[in-house]
């Protein structure tokens, strides 16, 4: 959906009250790679913001969920020349809506962006 505070103009969007689940999943081996849980005390205010999912191997079918959907594929990150590589990621988040002291109507999630970053 279009959000102007988002970084390229655009963000996805989920409807979702804390505690607020995010991780990597492999679909080829239906395991689950990083998994965290964000509470209300771990949200922060004003704008999207960077939150540290942990360390992590990506694999050619690996997927961001967000809550209980699976929704960004990673294999764009995915090296095959090294597919040992751990990277930190993060994902990029901005909370609203009454829980997070907003005005927004309802609490939502949005997200802009993930970010790999090599070991």
Not at 10 to 26: C, E, H, M, Q, T
Request: hydrophobic residues 35%; aromatic residues 12%.
């Amino acid at each position: 959906m279009p959000d102007p505070d988002a970084t390229l103009g655009w963000a996805g969007l989920r409807k979702s009250a804390p505690p607020y689940v995010i991780g990597l999943f492999d679909n080829t081996t239906q395991k689950g790679l990083l998994e965290v849980r964000l509470t209300s005390a771990d949200i922060k205010r004003n704008g999207y913001n960077l939150y540290y999912l942990g360390t992590s191997v990506l694999t050619s079918d690996c997927y961001l969920y967000m809550g209980d959907m699976i929704d960004r594929k990673c294999v764009e990150a995915f090296n095959r020349a090294s597919p040992n590589q751990l990277y930190d990621v993060y994902v990029s988040l901005k909370f609203e809506g009454p829980t997070f002291g907003t005005n927004a109507s309802e609490d939502r999630v949005h997200y802009d962006k993930i970010v790999f970053v090599r070991k």
